[in-house]
């Protein structure tokens, strides 16, 4: 899926100054914040690419975009209107980049790209993540039903669709009836001005899990793996959906509500490993989520799901520790063997590290976005 980009895409081409002038405006409602919106613009500068943003704020200071509740929803109109208002003083580009979780923000696009190709990064589909991960509305629902709708219109509307991972790719592909060809897939990376190896320093191990309390996760797993391995301690940073399990966490899990983003780094740096997710859902069983790439950033040994989409990236005991999705004896027995062989965890997340600056450093994405827009050019 990402050795071309055909279909309707390839026939819109490019007004540039010059073969090596590519200029993206990333538009829309996405929130400015989130690690995967800052890292792609990160990434397209890394590539050469001048990047303009026409950005409405709706989603900044939210820690749960798309599931803050109704109340978002006139912020929301009121953006979508203000979107479709726009101009951009002239701004002229090659393309339009709609990031997370901009689903709503693609008419306005189209039309603030004047028959320039748009590029939808969406991370996620909103159908899969309230329906059916996270079980907040039933399919058949009128929520659930509209859900899908701006999935498939947002889906279908963009020239291009980039997914995180093959096995991301195949699901969109499959559930919205996308051509092959106009899907492509970037890593999410990490950035590179915050996650990065540090000297190695003595201190207590712990398991570190960060992240949103929500199934696809995996909280009970952690949870029941922290029991299992009663003498090791855990640390848990989040909130969300899932919070109430907490009360009846083990002893030996210490809960911190949230931390500030670029406190993560010292975060990692300061635990024996870090964790990523368990869920058994079809969902987790696509993804690889932020906190696995900043973990292999920083060199911190990571323990995730032995899943599809990890084994795009990921090899058993090589540069991580898999384990089967929702079994908390293999996650229990995967902690405890990093925390009484140092030498191991000092091996896997050296190796970790090599894998990210191999595959998903800021120059080697950046390069594989850019690729994106340069084939878009070709007539």
């Known amino acids: 899926m990402s050795a071309s980009v055909q279909g309707r895409s390839s026939t819109r081409s490019f007004a540039r ?7 993206v405006l990333v ?51 009121l953006a979508e ?7 951009d003083g002239g701004v002229r580009a090659d ?60 889906f279908r509307a963009a020239d291009v669709v980039v997914a995180d991972t093959e ?6 592909v499959e559930r919205f009836g996308l051509p092959p060809d106009r899907v492509r897939v970037c890593l999410v990376g990490a950035e590179e001005r915050l996650f990065s190896p540090r000297p190695s320093a003595d201190h207590p191990f712990h398991a570190l899990f960060v992240g949103k309390l929500i199934p696809l996760h995996g909280l009970d797993t952690i949870l029941a793996a922290a029991r299992l391995a009663s003498e090791v301690p ?22 911190v509500g949230w ?13 024996g490993c870090a964790l990523g997710v368990f869920g058994t859902s079809p969902k987790a069983a696509r993804v690889i989520p932020n906190k696995a790439y900043q973990a292999l950033a920083c060199g911190v040994p990571l323990v995730t799901a032995d899943t599809p989409a990890a084994r795009e990236l990921l090899s058993n005991d090589e540069n991580a520790l898999l384990v089967p999705p929702g079994d908390p004896q293999a996650l229990a027995d995967a902690v405890r063997r990093l925390a009484r062989d140092r030498a191991a965890a000092e091996r896997i997340g050296a190796a970790g590290r090599a894998t990210f600056e191999r595959r998903a450093s800021e120059a080697v994405l ?10 878009l050019a070709v007539t």
Request: net charge positive; glycine share 8%; hydrophobic share 40%.
């Open 17 to 23: 100054t010059s073969p090596a002038a590519v200029r």
């Open 27 to 77: 538009f829309g409602t996405y929130q400015r914040d989130y690690p995967r919106n800052a890292q792609v613009r990160s990434c397209l500068r890394t590539a050469g690419i001048a990047v303009t943003e026409s950005h409405v704020a709706v989603w900044e200071g939210r820690r749960h975009a798309w599931s803050a509740g109704v109340g978002t929803l006139p912020r929301l109109l």
């Open 81 to 87: 209107t203000r979107l479709a208002l726009r101009r």
């Open 95 to 154: 393309a339009v980049l709609v990031g997370y979780p901009g689903h709503a923000d693609i008419p306005a696009a189209r039309r603030a790209a004047r028959g320039q190709p748009v590029v939808f990064d969406p991370l996620v589909s909103l159908f899969d993540t309230f329906v059916s991960d996270r079980g907040r509305f039933p399919a058949t629902s009128v929520v659930g039903r509209t859900l899908f709708a701006i999935d498939r219109a947002a």
């Open 167 to 172: 096995a991301q790719a195949a699901y969109y």
């Open 234 to 255: 855990f640390r848990i940073i989040g909130s969300g959906q899932l919070e109430r399990e907490l009360a009846h966490a083990p002893p030996n899990v210490d809960r």
């Open 259 to 271: 931390v500030e983003y670029e406190r993560l780094p010292e975060e990692l740096h300061s635990s």
């Open 366 to 375: 950046g390069k594989e976005w850019r690729s994106i827009f340069d084939q």
